[in-house]
């Protein structure tokens, strides 16, 4: 290589703006080696100057060596290591403090993006500065290769790329009660850190709540032709049943508040409530699963917010969404929570 092509290279890293791209791993080579498979698709990236933020979240594989040597090919790689606090929001907010670049990308591990993504991701800002996030288009797959759907910000078909914007408050109206749009975007920087992943108490999806006062943040929303392809594991941490699945009820109960507060509760109140009913059945259930590995503090304290979130329910709501015998059947269980709890301890 010559000397001139490095300094022409150099000069263009330096009068584009630094985008982190940040990266949480935790045991990712024994889940699939994605390790290797997301550091081919980011480091092989058209943009160039980026900083990798990669936070080994108390990986006990080999996570930590692959990343190191990666970073010895890379010097754009950063690594962290902090120890594992059991919930993600805690390494995607170690990620969002290290992050320094006028721009700010979240990538899942077990993800890939196309090697234009980023570089389509900026130029769409270029094109329209009054936005504050630019989505690739995303597809989710199933690990067979099966595509489940594709979005270009909402579902859609995707015969031919159209730009889309909205505002982020609209795109947050949207996800009440469920996920309308799909989002994985490039952030400004002042938008991405509004609002920590801290969030006051651990969750296992406390990321959603901290996703959506972000989303508000932002004047617009923006979409791009670039590809993020995001997979469903069926064997990932997030679809094994677990104690922290009672946590869909808690943050259903910290949502509706949340949304009240907002005022976008009114208009998507049935989809919400009855979202947070069947989210109650399955924490219910979880909890008498795992009950009996419970000390006696755990089950008090789990059964307390089990019993609040029932509490907030709109019954009402949630029963003239059901016609028929299912009507009377959940109209009975609704009644009481007793009842309910009861009723599915027994029922398999």
């Known amino acids: 290589m010559s000397n001139q092509l490095i300094l022409d290279i150099c000069t263009n890293m330096q009068a584009l703006p630094l985008i982190s791209i940040i990266t949480t791993y935790y045991n990712s080579v024994q889940l699939g080696d994605f390790v290797k498979s997301s550091m081919n698709c980011l480091l092989n990236q058209t943009y160039s100057n980026i900083e990798f933020i990669c936070v080994n979240d108390g990986s006990t594989d080999s996570t930590l060596n692959d990343l190191e040597y990666f970073a010895k090919k890379d010097s754009r790689i950063k690594i962290y290591t902090k120890e594992n606090q059991r919930y993600a929001q805690y390494s995607k907010a170690y990620g969002q403090d290290k992050a320094t670049g006028e721009f700010i990308f979240l990538f899942d591990h077990d993800d890939l993006i196309d090697f234009d993504t980023i570089e389509k991701c900026y130029q769409t800002f270029l094109t329209h500065p009054e936005l504050d996030i630019v989505s690739p288009i995303v597809i989710t797959k199933f690990t067979d290769g099966k595509i489940k759907n594709t979005h270009n910000i909402y579902q859609s078909d995707l015969k031919k790329f159209e730009f889309k914007k909205f505002t982020g408050s609209q795109i947050m109206k949207d996800t009440v009660g469920r996920y309308d749009?799909?989002?994985?975007?490039?952030?400004?920087?002042?938008?991405?850190?509004?609002?920590?992943y801290r969030f006051t108490e651990p969750l296992l999806n406390g990321d959603e709540i901290v996703e959506r006062l972000i989303l508000e943040e932002a004047r617009f929303v923006g979409s791009c032709d670039a590809v993020y392809t995001h997979y469903i594991h069926s064997d990932s941490s997030s679809k094994l049943i677990s104690p922290k699945k009672i946590d869909f009820a808690r943050t259903d109960y910290l949502l509706r508040k949340l949304f009240k507060e907002k005022g976008i509760y009114d208009d998507r109140r049935p989809i919400f409530e009855f979202t947070a009913y069947k989210n109650l059945v399955n924490a219910i259930k979880v909890f008498h699963h795992f009950s009996k590995n419970m000390n006696s503090e755990e089950?008090?304290?789990?059964?307390?917010r089990l019993q609040e979130s029932y509490t907030k329910l709109d019954k009402k709501i949630v029963t003239s969404q059901f016609r028929g015998f299912a009507k009377i059947y959940n109209t009975l269980l609704l009644s009481d929570f007793s009842l309910l709890f009861t009723f599915y301890k027994y029922k398999k």
Request: glycine share 4%; net charge positive; proline share 0%.
């Open 299 to 304: 089950k008090l304290l789990q059964k307390k």
């Open 181 to 196: 749009n799909h989002i994985r975007g490039l952030y400004r920087k002042k938008v991405f850190k509004s609002h920590s």
